[in-house]
């Protein structure tokens, strides 16, 4: 069983810990007790999400921490979590937004600054996926995932607007639903990827307009460059977002047989796999081009945290050690 929990501020020049945040966090879970959540860093405060609920808000010049909350406690969510609570913190037109997943307060909106409650909306157990804001038919919506369904809430009110129940059910709902100008791209390992749009109410067409059926993973998020999707499931395929997700190609590779995450710019890819390694994709090519491969770690077997790019350093965790790499060529 673990016991302590830790969030740490390292220094970008030589990796040297500046402060940490440790709590006591008591428990067992699928691949361990540590925050599956990526920090938000908002206003000079990063917000720390840990896998019990446990969320704190710390100035980040100092570590000190201003508000903390265990919002599964405060608002009583009691539902069993095999993977703990996942979704990373959203800021919204000021608010806060995170999902406790309980019978009164699904999702709700804080306060950044002092953890007091703007609203906070009814609703079902939450899933594993982050969520979503953006316009869609001209209505700012938080869009993401509870258990069985995906939903869309209003930013100001919390109020849900909609709710879309998958054909097949027993869905996961890890990876986060992706946008696509005005329209919504939704990829699990039950019902493949979809292509959705939405009418002028803000309210999503529940038929979608295209589908995929071969891209289905259960944790991988694919991402969206120029009109083109490419996810990573056995293999990376580059759909045509422009065409009813037809396949343009499909790459194989060893690495793509487990989970991967991508970072995408204008024409590259930059893939990482749970071995610590980066590979680079042309992402305009009409077929499958590897540009270049690296191994970061060795002994690694499951880097399943997301790379962070600042500028042209990389950052990548693995279970032993944190890499900065720099990608800009000499």
Same mark, same amino acid.
């Given at each position: 069983?673990?016991?302590?929990?830790?969030?740490?501020? *390292?220094?970008? =020049?030589?990796?040297?810990?500046?402060?940490?945040? %440790?709590?006591?966090? @008591?428990?067992? &879970?699928?691949?361990?007790?540590?925050?599956?959540?990526?920090?938000?860093?908002? /206003?000079?405060?990063?917000?720390?999400?840990?896998?019990?609920?446990?969320?704190?808000?710390?100035?980040?010049?100092?570590?000190?921490? *201003?508000?903390?909350?265990?919002?599964?406690?405060?608002?009583?969510?009691?539902?069993?979590?095999?993977?703990? @609570?996942?979704?990373? #913190?959203?800021?919204?037109?000021?608010?806060?937004?995170?999902?406790?997943?309980? =019978?009164?307060?699904?999702?709700?909106?804080?306060? #950044?600054?002092? !953890?007091?409650?703007?609203?906070?909306?009814?609703?079902?157990?939450?899933?594993?996926?982050?969520? $979503?804001?953006?316009?869609?038919?001209? %209505?700012?919506?938080?869009?993401?995932?509870?258990?069985?369904?995906?939903?869309?809430?209003?930013?100001?009110?919390?109020?849900? &607007?909609?709710?879309?129940?998958?054909? %097949?059910?027993?869905?996961?709902?890890?990876? +986060?639903?992706?946008?696509?100008?005005?329209?919504?791209?939704?990829?699990?390992?039950?019902?493949?990827?979809? *292509?959705?749009?939405?009418?002028?109410?803000?309210?999503?067409?529940?038929?979608?307009?295209?589908?995929?059926?071969?891209?289905?993973?259960?944790?991988? +998020?694919?991402?969206?460059?120029?009109?083109? $999707?490419? !996810?990573?499931?056995?293999?990376?395929?580059?759909?045509? $977002?422009? /065409?009813? *997700?037809?396949?343009?190609?499909?790459?194989?590779?060893?690495?793509?047989?487990?989970?991967?995450?991508?970072?995408?710019?204008?024409?590259?890819?930059?893939?990482?796999?749970?071995?610590?390694?980066?590979? &680079?994709?042309?992402?305009?090519?009409? =077929?499958?081009?590897?540009?270049?491969?690296?191994?970061?770690?060795?002994?690694?077997?499951?880097?399943?945290?997301?790379?962070?790019?600042?500028?042209?350093?990389?950052?990548?965790? !693995?279970?032993?050690?944190?890499?900065?790499?720099?990608?800009?060529?000499?």
């Amino acid at each position: 069983m673990d016991t302590v929990d830790v969030f740490k501020c *390292l220094s970008a =020049k030589n990796g040297a810990e500046v402060w940490a945040v %440790r709590f006591p966090c @008591m428990g067992e &879970l699928d691949f361990g007790a540590s925050s599956r959540a990526t920090p938000l860093i908002h /206003d000079g405060v990063v917000f720390f999400f840990g896998a019990f609920g446990h969320l704190h808000a710390v100035e980040i010049a100092t570590g000190e921490i *201003l508000w903390q909350m265990d919002i599964r406690d405060e608002f009583g969510a009691d539902d069993q979590r095999k993977w703990g @609570m996942c979704s990373s #913190p959203l800021i919204v037109n000021g608010k806060l937004i995170v999902n406790p997943g309980a =019978k009164a307060a699904s999702l709700v909106a804080l306060e #950044p600054k002092t !953890g007091k409650v703007v609203w906070k909306s009814p609703g079902s157990p939450a899933s594993y996926g982050s969520f $979503l804001a953006g316009a869609f038919g001209g %209505r700012l919506q938080i869009i993401g995932y509870d258990l069985k369904t995906l939903g869309g809430w209003d930013a100001a009110t919390g109020k849900r &607007l909609w709710t879309l129940t998958p054909p %097949r059910d027993n869905d996961f709902n890890v990876p +986060t639903p992706v946008p696509f100008g005005d329209k919504l791209i939704l990829t699990t390992e039950n019902n493949g990827t979809r *292509l959705f749009r939405f009418d002028e109410n803000g309210v999503i067409d529940p038929k979608p307009i295209a589908t995929h059926a071969d891209l289905a993973p259960d944790s991988h +998020t694919p991402v969206v460059v120029g009109k083109r $999707l490419f !996810g990573i499931w056995n293999r990376l395929y580059c759909l045509d $977002l422009n /065409d009813q *997700l037809k396949t343009v190609w499909e790459g194989e590779n060893d690495a793509f047989s487990s989970y991967c995450s991508i970072v995408a710019a204008g024409d590259r890819l930059l893939v990482t796999t749970l071995e610590g390694e980066l590979l &680079l994709i042309d992402a305009q090519a009409d =077929k499958y081009h590897l540009l270049g491969r690296v191994k970061l770690f060795e002994g690694e077997r499951g880097v399943y945290s997301h790379p962070a790019l600042v500028g042209t350093r990389l950052y990548l965790r !693995g279970n032993f050690a944190l890499v900065a790499v720099e990608l800009k060529p000499e």
